[in-house]
């Protein structure tokens, strides 16, 4: 896409108007780091377009404190005060869990993950936000927990204008195919190869 433009107009009978301001499913996947960073970066930018914002973590501990978080929070008090930006909401679907998987058994973890997307799915239905992140949701698609061709024909038919990014490794096929938009974060280099660990502000 150089500069910019499309490198193919299709016959759809949309404006160009229309066909650049169509609601989008994005994907996210790959092993490198940067999926949800990248996502977060979107909804920042849907904040600043007013847009009501929620996220949706699935994997990632209760307990692990994201820089996102706090910042996106504290973009979401600053539109309750003075009506910049957009409102926004950040969920951990269910506490304790964790890439370890340790805590809890595995079919508690499986209803978490269903009950989350039903609270998702109902919010779709309602068109409650513009902007959906859904971290680490292809985990719970990756190891059976959702079944994906629901997933996939609940995400395509949702009304209205809602954008809707996901991110985690292995993202399933007919994830990928529905989607408006796939990056693959592909690893060069990264500071572990070098046996360093997490740094503060860099992971989170």
Known sequence: MPQGK?????????????????????????????????????????????????????VKSAKWKVGEENALLALGRLHEQTGEGGPVQWHKMGAGWSWSRKQG????????????????????????????????FTYPLKWGWLDVDEVVAELRDRPGHQHVVITGRDAPAALVEAADLVVEMTKVKHPMDTGAKGQRGIEW
């Open 6 to 58: 499309p490198t193919a107009v299709p016959q759809d009978g949309l404006t160009t108007r229309q066909r650049r301001n169509r609601p989008l499913l994005l994907v996210h996947t790959g092993e490198m780091k940067g999926k949800s960073t990248a996502a977060f970066g979107l909804a920042l930018r849907g904040w600043n377009q007013g847009w009501s914002t929620a996220v949706f973590q699935f």
């Open 105 to 136: 058994e595995e079919a508690d973890h499986a209803e978490a993950a269903r009950e989350g997307w039903a609270e998702i799915r109902r919010r779709l239905r309602a068109e409650e936000h513009d902007v959906y992140v859904l971290d680490e």
